[in-house]
């Protein structure tokens, strides 16, 4: 059944640093509707509301949940809340785009997408990249031979993070690590470039809390090509990706909110895209309203499968690197 509302109304639960930046271009879109915030904190859902311009703040998740004037929520809490609280909303009949990971490990992942499908309703793991047009142009010329056979790309995704062992990244109780938090972006990369990922190692670093702040990983590909990816807090910082043809290569600064990608060949720049749009999570925000207004009860350009496969991955690095145990 397609969706019927001239609007389609939002309400988000988590108001920090992630919700700001989405926010803020969430009022650039058309049709979409600012309609509430919620936060344990009521003064600071009332803040937040203010800020951005939604209509509504509430004090718990429950009522946020109850307003028949909401049709999607967005979670942005830590990710050891994701399977509870979005569960919460597809059972209030509210769609859901959630941040990544959608949950923490496979298993969770599995079980909140039967849940959904089982609603029928719409839920999405948000994984913006994809949907960027330099990331989306770099498909293109993979895929029509641009840098020739392509065997190989590179990926990192590293940063100088917090040392405070209570701190989100650093803390297992809130499925702190390097992998659940960045290193999805590495290895969401080479499977959207180089196809389903057929074997993976990984080594990594763990922390005094045990979670890894350190990973490095090797996807090889049923296409043949291979994958090098790193991710760390506890590092310089590098963001940038590289994938290497036979004929060329393609360089991606900064790749999980790439505005820029350019083609190189014999050393020297032959051809650059820039993208001017301005923001990095609006063409994902479109494509959840479209996926809506169509009936669909995932996006295409990220899938259920594309989720799952992605989570069943990381759980492979991080038992590898001994941070995590599968049983």
Known sequence: MEFLRETIGWGLIGPGRFAREFASELAEVPRARRVAVASRNRERASSFATDFGFEKAYG?????FADPEIDVVYVVV?????ADLSRAALTAGKAVLCEKPLTPSFRESEELIQFAREKGL???EAMK??????IRKTREWIRSGAIGEVRLAQADFCFQGPTDPEDRLMNPDLAGGAVLDVGIYPLFLQ????????????????????????AAFVTEHESGAV???????????????????SEGEIRIPRFHAATRVSLWKNGEEVEAIEDSSGGMVRAEIEAVMEALRQGETECPEHAHE??????????EIRCQIGSWDRA
């Open 227 to 245: 994958g090098i990816s790193q991710c760390s807090f506890v590092s310089e910082e590098s963001m940038g990706a590289r994938i290497l043809g």
């Open 78 to 82: 830590p990710h050891v809340f994701h």
């Open 122 to 124: 719409f839920l999405m």
């Open 306 to 315: 594309d989720t799952l496969a992605l989570a069943r991955w990381m759980d």
């Open 129 to 134: 990249t994809g949907l960027l047009p330099a």
């Open 60 to 64: 718990s998740y429950e009522d946020l």
């Open 191 to 214: 499977r959207f470039f180089l196809g389903e990922i057929r074997s993976l190692s990984a080594k990594g670093h763990l922390s005094s809390t045990g979670v890894e702040d350190v």
